[in-house]
């Protein structure tokens, strides 16, 4: 079973950003920020997604870009 966890603790995961900042990476689809899933009117992602996500961008930064 996935563990979701909520739009502040995505926002503490990822450096702190702001709400503005997520929303804005949200529609941003050169970054490639997973999409949320939504329960009961409330944003949640899959901690994997964020997590994969992180360990990309690391590698992208390391490589330059090359995979």
């Known amino acids: 079973m996935p563990q979701y966890i909520s739009a502040r603790q995505v926002?503490?995961?990822?450096?702190?950003?702001s709400a503005m900042t997520l929303w804005r990476w949200l529609r941003d689809d050169r970054l490639g920020f997973p999409k949320p899933t939504i329960i009961q009117r409330r944003r949640y992602w899959r901690e994997v997604d964020i997590d994969n996500w992180l360990q990309e961008r690391a590698l992208t930064s390391v490589t330059g870009g090359a995979k």
């Not at 926002?11 to 950003?17: A, L, P, Q």
Request: net charge positive.
């Open 11 to 17: 926002r503490d995961r990822v450096g702190k950003i």
